[in-house]
């Protein structure tokens, strides 16, 4: 008597159940997604027309990338900053740090374009030789301030410090030097909060 190798055809049945049923599940959520950002779109167009907001594009120089914006209101105007950055070296390892400003009325039409001048951090910050990046803008004493990482090669090794600027003119006219709390070589994304007292939030609170 011969006997013929048999197949477990229940489970192949299942597995092809199972993939179809697999199948089924990331085509629903896939279309779920669609639906979503297609309701969300709509919601954000409507809640736009209400409170009368007018979008706006980012113009930058040739050739040059523009990231990382920060947006602040200031009097009848609003200023974005956005960062880039040059490359030092052919391993792109080393980085110098460049900021550009588009400065808005109040209906979001582009007054002017042009690059954060920096020199006095440059030269008076050790701590921020190759730049300053990532700021974030807000308002305090009826002036513009941001707050960012400044950028400092040695060697190939980057540290980062986070410095308080004021920026006056399209340029920085004041700094200040913000110490970590744990002595770490890199502090990055530390956040701004006005109040009657002001502070700098980060891993900790630090008065200021």
């Given amino acids: 008597m011969r006997h013929f190798n048999s197949f477990n055809w229940s489970a192949i049945f299942d597995n092809l159940v199972l993939n179809k049923f697999c199948k089924f599940i990331h085509y629903f959520r896939l279309l779920h997604t669609i639906l979503h950002l297609f309701i969300l779109n709509n919601y954000l167009l409507k809640l736009c027309n209400v ?25 009848f105007n609003v200023f974005f900053i956005s960062r880039s950055k040059i490359f030092c070296d052919s391993d792109k390892k080393i980085h110098d740090a460049i900021n550009f ?36 803008l807000f308002i305090w004493q009826k002036a513009i301030w941001g707050i960012g990482a400044g950028i400092a090669y040695e060697g190939s090794k980057c540290k980062v410090t986070q410095i308080l600027i004021k920026i006056e003119n399209c340029k920085i006219t004041k700094f200040y030097e913000l110490s970590s709390n744990f002595n770490k070589d890199v502090e990055k994304n530390w956040t701004p909060i006005v109040k009657k007292t002001n502070y700098i939030c980060s891993t900790a609170l630090i008065q200021w």
């Fill in 101 to 136: 400003m588009h400065q808005f009325d109040k209906n979001l039409n582009l007054i002017r374009l042009y690059r954060l001048e920096d020199s006095l951090l440059r030269e008076g910050s050790i701590k921020a030789k190759n730049g300053i990046e990532d700021v974030r």
């Fill in 51 to 75: 409170f009368s907001i007018k979008s706006s594009n980012l113009q930058h120089p040739p050739k040059i990338q523009i990231f990382n914006p920060s947006v602040v209101q200031f009097g």
